[in-house]
């Protein structure tokens, strides 16, 4: 099993910044690629960013160039760092890990809220 801590959400203005956090508590199995999504109110659950144990990551195209995803292998967590924030980018924000071979699962925090507003 893992369970995914998140932290590092809030209130910031437009413009701001913010720092999420995700930590993977395994008991012994691999963490492989990592995930962060998004779910604004009254849309769909989308991929924001992901990455692999070898740093390779993708971005959905309306946070690139803002937001940074990145990752320490050692303690099995994952950073997203946003900048320029903008109002669509509110939503909770759910961390998201695959784990284990054979079958490899997928694993989901509970999520943290970002609220971008004056």
């Known amino acids: 099993q893992v369970q995914l801590v998140e932290s590092g959400g809030g209130l910031v203005q437009p413009g701001g910044s913010l720092r999420l956090s995700c930590a993977a508590e395994s008991s012994g199995l691999n963490i492989y690629t990592m995930a962060w999504y998004r779910q604004a109110p009254g849309k769909q659950r989308e991929l924001v960013a992901d990455i692999t144990r070898d740093r390779s990551s993708n971005y959905v195209d309306s946070v690139k160039g803002r937001f940074t995803i990145t990752r320490d292998n050692a303690k099995n967590t994952v950073y997203l760092q946003m900048n320029s924030l903008q109002p669509d980018d509110t939503a909770v924000y759910y961390c998201?890990?695959?784990?284990?071979?054979?079958?490899?699962?997928?694993?989901w925090g509970k999520g943290t809220l970002v609220t971008v507003s004056l």
């Open positions: 998201n890990a695959a784990a284990g071979l054979l079958p490899t699962k997928y694993y």
